[in-house]
C-alpha cells in the first residue's frame, strides 16, 4: 500500500457523514468478455467477473475493446443504442481504462451517458457521469472533465422522471471534481472563488470546505499550503464543540494520516513516520496503519525487521478483519469487493517490497505475483516493485516484461508521471 494515493483517496464513513463530503467512486467495478456476448451481461456481478474476463490478458483484451470500438463507431446510429446496450458500454468503458484504450474508453462512456439521457434515468445517468469523470480526471483530460462537469449540472430532467431528486443530490459531487480540475489546470484562484460563493450560500458547513480547500491545494500542487490547510483543519476539528469527543478524536486521526501522505510527497519522511507510529500505537490492530508505516520503512531502507513484523501484522489483522465481516454479513449483502482487492494487493505489495529490501528475491516475487494476480494491483507501481525484484534475480526478459506493463498502466497522477520517468531509464539500461 503506497501512502501517497492511499492517504490522498482515505475517506472513512465518520469523515463523510459529519463533513458532507463524498468522492466520486467508480461503483461496480466492471469487466469485458468478448464484445459479441456483452449485451447479455446484467448485474454487478457479472460485470465484475465480465471485466476480469476481458482484461486479464492485455494484448487480447485490447483486440476485443479495438474491434468493438471499430464496429459501434460504424453501425450506431444517433437515434438507437445499437449495437451495445448500456451494460455492454459501461463494461467496455471500463475495461478500455484499465486498458488504456483511451479515446475508446471515452466513447464508450459517452455513449452510455447519451443512452441514459434517452432512457431519462437518473440513477443510470449518474451512473454514467461519475464513470465518465473519473475517467476523464485518471487519464488526465482534466479540460474535458471540467466540461463534463459543467454538462452535468446543466442537466435537467422532468421533475415525473427524477421524482427523489437524484440528480440535484448528485450535483455536489460533481462541483468538488470540477473545482479539482480547475485546481490541477492552474486556476486555483477560480476554484477558490465558486468555493466561497458555495458556503457563503451554505452549501457547506465550515470543516467541509477547509477539507475541500485542501484536496484543491494538493491538486494545484501547492503542497505547503495544503499541509498548513489540513494542520488548521485539525485545529478546527478538534475545536468543535457540536461533535463529540469520539467523533474529533476519529476524524482529527483521518486527517493526520492525510498528512502521512503529504509528508512523503515533500519528502518529509520522519515527520511522516512520527504521526504513523503515533497512530499504530493508539490502535495497533489497524491494518492500515501497520502496513503504510511498515512500508514508508522499508521504501527508505530504514528498520526492516521492524518494517516486515509491521506488514505481517497488517495482512493477519486485516484476514480477521474479513473473516469478521463475513460472519456477520447479512446473507444477501455482500463485501465491497472492489475495496477488499485493493486493500489485499498493496499489502502483499509492501510485504514484497519489504522483502525486496532484505533482498530475499523468491519469497518477494511471490508476493508480487500475489498482488497483480488480482485487477486492483495491476498499476504501474506494483508492476514496477515486480519488474525491480526480477531484474535483482537476472531475469532481463521478466523484467522488461513488467517495466512494460507499468508503463501502460501510467495514470495521470503526479506519482505515476514520476515514476514513468524512472521506469523508462531502467529498461533503457536493461535494453
Partial sequence: MKITPRAWKVALPTMLALLGH???????????????????????????????????????????????????????????????????????????????????????????VDDAKKLQSPSKLIEGYNALLLFQYEVGQFEACEKTCQEFLDLALPQSADEDGLINKAKSNVIRRM?????????????????????????????AEQDLRCRMLREAGRLDDAIAGYQKLIEMVEQDEALRKDQRDGISDELKYTLTGLYTETKEV????????????????????????????????????KAEKLVRRALEEDKKRRQKAAEDADPEEKDDEETAELDNASYLDSLGWVLYRTKRYDEAQKALEGAVAVEAGR?????????????????????IKYYGLALETVSASKRDQMKKAQIEEKLKALR
Fill in 22 to 112: 463524498a468522492d466520486i467512486a467508480w461503483g461496480q467495478e466492471l469487466a469485458g468478455v468478448p464484445a459479441a456476448n456483452l449485451n447479455a451481461v446484467t448485474g454487478s456481478v457479472a460485470r465484475k467477473n465480465a471485466l476480469k474476463d476481458l482484461t486479464i490478458d492485455r494484448a487480447k483484451g485490447r483486440e476485443v475493446v479495438r474491434a468493438a470500438y471499430a464496429k459501434a463507431k460504424a453501425e450506431r446510429p444517433k437515434d438507437s443504442p445499437a449495437p451495445y446496450n448500456l451494460n455492454a458500454l459501461f463494461v467496455l468503458g471500463r475495461a478500455a481504462y484499465t486498458l488504456r484504450e483511451n479515446e475508446a474508453g471515452a466513447f464508450f462512456l459517452k455513449a452510455f
Fill in 270 to 305: 520522519d515527520k511522516a513516520v512520527k504521526i504513523l507510529e503515533e497512530l499504530v500505537q493508539k490502535e495497533p490492530s489497524n491494518p492500515t496503519y501497520n502496513n503504510d508505516l511498515g512500508y514508508i520503512l522499508a521504501d527508505n531502507n530504514r528498520d526492516l525487521e
Fill in 179 to 207: 473545482l479539482l480540475c480547475q485546481s490541477r489546470l492552474g486556476q486555483f484562484d477560480k476554484a477558490e472563488k465558486v468555493l466561497k460563493k458555495i458556503s457563503g450560500r451554505g452549501g457547506l458547513n465550515p470543516l
Fill in 379 to 399: 498499476n504501474t507501481e506494483i508492476y514496477d516493485h515486480l519488474a525491480d525484484v526480477l531484474a535483482a534475480k537476472g531475469d532481463k526478459a521478466g523484467a
